[in-house]
């Protein structure tokens, strides 16, 4: 059952350009929303996060925005570069019965940054 | 600092077979999560265990097991091995297991696990 919905699956931007990947949830008890930044052969890493009860941050090139009554949040990286070339996963956090925090994934996006 | 370190990073596994993968989490970190990651997808969660108490489970069969020990580190455990188990299993530790969520984990590289 996929309950964040990620978009584009790959993407190609030129240098300089500007990076934009959307993700939507369904379940209103998310409380947390982090992206992690994978490279191959790595473990995904904490990109940024944002909780509901903010639209928008920003740390350097990446913002989060973020749309409590859409459903929706996305990730958008400034002045890409080749460097930033990746694959991106949005996610949601759940808090589980027994006290366990459980993060949710999106499917992914390939994102490449020409030069 | 180290981070989270796991082994192997590599195996083979045969249909049928068992495997234990194993995981030392950020020093002073005492939950340790468990993580399939199958070629071409997002994680899917396993397992978390806080202060050597299992907190949460995801939907996975009771193929899957995992312990976390006094010092911290954690096991996961696969039985009978199917083809479908072939992925990358992440382990991510955080400070706390709960809340207050801090909000991150940190991921170690993995075990990519391959079943014939």
């Known amino acids: 059952q996929q309950q964040v919905k990620q978009s584009p699956q790959s993407l190609i931007v030129q240098k300089g350009g500007i990076s934009i990947i959307n993700c939507a949830y369904e379940n209103t008890a998310f409380d947390y929303f982090p992206w992690y930044q994978q490279f191959p052969g790595k473990g995904p890493a904490l990109l940024i996060a944002?909780?509901?009860?903010?639209s928008e941050k920003k740390e350097g090139r990446f913002t989060i925005s973020f749309n409590k009554s859409a459903k929706q949040f996305s990730l958008h990286i400034m002045d890409s570069q080749p460097g930033d070339s990746a694959t991106y996963f949005c996610a949601a956090s759940q808090l589980l019965i027994q006290g366990a925090q459980k993060l949710v994934f999106g499917q992914g996006t390939r994102l490449t940054i020409n030069p | 600092d180290a981070g989270v370190t796991q082994s192997p990073t590599h195996l083979i596994k045969t249909r049928g077979q068992q495997v234990t993968l194993r995981c030392s989490p950020i020093s002073g970190h005492k939950s340790v999560s468990w993580y399939q990651q199958v070629l071409g997808q997002g994680p899917q969660f396993i397992f978390q265990?806080?202060?050597?108490?299992?907190?949460g489970r995801g939907n996975f069969p009771d193929r899957f097991s995992a312990r976390q020990f006094p010092n911290y580190s954690s096991e996961l455990n696969v039985n009978a091995l199917l083809l479908g188990d072939s992925a990358l299993y992440l382990c991510?530790?955080?400070?706390?297991?709960?809340?207050?969520?801090?909000?991150?984990?940190?991921f170690g590289e993995g075990s990519r696990l391959t079943v014939l």
């Open positions: 991510a530790s955080s400070l706390l297991g709960g809340r207050p969520w801090t909000g991150e984990l940190f």
């Open positions: 944002i909780r509901p009860d903010v």
């Open positions: 265990y806080y202060e050597k108490e299992e907190r």
